[in-house]
Nanobody, 115 residues
């Protein structure tokens, strides 16, 4: 059974940083492209970042480029998202996902950016 467990969210002031983690199970993590998405209140879920399976290549949405860093630790079946210079518009529930299982979602982790 494909599962994702996200953590690391919380309340942070504008300009602050957070490191989100996602532990995956139920599939071969090391050969899977991994992605982060987010969903703000009243909005559709949107793509944030992706990381390749073998070359570790990364790609970011324009809204987080330069402020976000996606990384992975295949030994721990974990993908990370480091977010810096957080803005109120980054407030959302953040989800991770494997490209080969696009319909598998978990509960996500809430990020709230507010003073």
């Amino acid at each position: 059974q494909v599962q994702f467990v996200e953590s690391g969210g919380g309340l942070v002031q504008p300009g602050g940083s957070l490191r989100l983690s996602c532990v995956a199970s139920g599939f071969t993590f090391s050969s899977s492209i991994m992605r982060w998405y987010r969903q703000a209140p009243g909005k559709e879920r949107e793509f944030v970042a992706t990381i390749g399976a073998f070359d570790g290549s990364t790609y970011y949405a324009a809204s987080v480029k330069g402020r976000g860093t996606i990384s992975r630790d295949n030994a721990k079946n974990t993908v990370y998202l480091q977010m810096n210079s957080l803005k109120p518009e980054d407030t959302a529930v953040y989800y991770c996902n494997a490209a080969r299982y696009p319909n598998s979602w978990s509960q996500g982790t809430q990020v709230t950016v507010s003073s």
